[in-house]
Nanobody
Framework: QVQLVESEGGLVQAGGSLRLTCAVS????????MAWFRQAPGKDREFVAG????????DYADSVKGRFTMSRDNAKNLVYLRMNSLKLEDTAVYYC????????????????????WGQGTQVTVSL
């Protein structure tokens, strides 16, 4: 029932910055968990960052910690991913995801925990 739309991906040079936006619509549970994942060609979809809609403590993958910042504007139903000091290996399709139910089976870092996904937005980092 939740719809997610990512935008603002694009082509940037290594060392540059980019901010992705995820627009949220539909019925979102108050305790919903929001996350960003990414998938490079030929690789598995991997966790990037996550936080509860009403939470403050954000979880980051080691590969992006210190460089990426996830934030929200609840009043505008928007989720952001600010990416700084971009590297060639950051090139991937980035996805916004939402989980309205906690699970004893799936970690919030796993794809299986999420029932709602956006269409993805391409981020390409060049030399």
């Amino acid at each position: 029932q939740v719809q997610l739309v990512e935008s603002e991906g694009g082509l940037v040079q290594a060392g540059g910055s980019l901010r992705l936006t995820c627009a949220v619509s539909g019925r979102l549970a108050m305790n919903a968990y929001m996350a960003w994942f990414r998938q490079a060609p030929g690789k598995d979809r991997e966790f990037v960052a996550g936080v509860r809609w009403t939470g403050v403590m954000t979880d980051y993958a080691d590969s992006v910690k210190g460089r990426f910042t996830m934030s929200r504007d609840n009043a505008k139903n928007l989720v952001y991913l600010r990416m700084n000091s971009l590297k060639l290996e950051d090139t991937a399709v980035y996805y916004c995801a939402a989980s309205s139910f906690d699970s004893s089976v799936y970690s919030k870092r796993s794809v299986g925990a999420y029932e709602s996904w956006g269409q993805g937005t391409q981020v390409t980092v060049s030399l």
